[in-house]
């Protein structure tokens, strides 16, 4: 099997799509979560600490000298990726938790029994007139 004919079997695999959408999909998903974070929970939480910005917290460990930047550690930027994971892994439990929820009262709903194939009615009916003959 060539090398191409392969990685096209792999590639059009139903698995290999679906998690390329999931990815496409966790990705957007992410960017309206760390905007939420950003643009919604961040503010507020600053004020509470007296009008503190995260994005700026740091410690300087060189300054600045000319043309050459500060050296920093901004654990600001740290706290705000921790509070956008937290945030995105609980939205995310959130909806897998709807889903699952969804698909087991899907399961618990009884299901219309399936009418039986129509040779096995043609039977029954065959059955229940010998039997009327006798």
């Given at each position: 099997?060539s090398?191409?004919?392969?990685?096209?079997?792999?590639?059009?695999?139903?698995?290999?799509?679906?998690?390329?959408?999931?990815?496409i999909?966790?990705?957007?998903?992410?960017?309206?979560v760390?905007?939420?974070?950003?643009?919604?929970?961040?503010?507020?939480?600053?004020?509470?600490?007296?009008?503190?910005d995260?994005?700026?917290?740091?410690?300087?460990?060189?300054?600045?000298?000319?043309?050459?930047?500060?050296?920093t550690?901004?654990?600001?930027?740290?706290f705000?990726?921790?509070?956008?994971?937290i945030?995105?892994?609980?939205?995310?439990?959130?909806?897998?938790?709807?889903?699952?929820?969804?698909?087991r009262?899907?399961?618990?709903?009884?299901?219309?029994?399936?009418?039986p194939?129509?040779?096995?009615?043609?039977?029954a009916?065959i059955?229940?007139?010998?039997?009327?003959?006798?």
């Amino acid at each position: 099997m060539s090398m191409m004919k392969e990685f096209k079997e792999f590639a059009m695999r139903g698995n290999v799509i679906d998690m390329a959408v999931g990815i496409i999909l966790g990705l957007a998903f992410g960017a309206i979560v760390s905007s939420f974070v950003a643009d919604v929970v961040t503010p507020p939480l600053g004020l509470l600490l007296g009008g503190m910005d995260f994005s700026v917290m740091n410690i300087v460990l060189k300054p600045a000298v000319g043309e050459s930047p500060a050296v920093t550690i901004n654990y600001g930027m740290f706290f705000q990726k921790v509070i956008d994971f937290i945030l995105v892994a609980f939205a995310i439990f959130m909806v897998i938790k709807g889903m699952n929820n969804m698909k087991r009262k899907k399961e618990e709903a009884p299901a219309a029994p399936a009418p039986p194939p129509a040779q096995e009615v043609l039977l029954a009916e065959i059955r229940d007139l010998l039997k009327n003959k006798s």
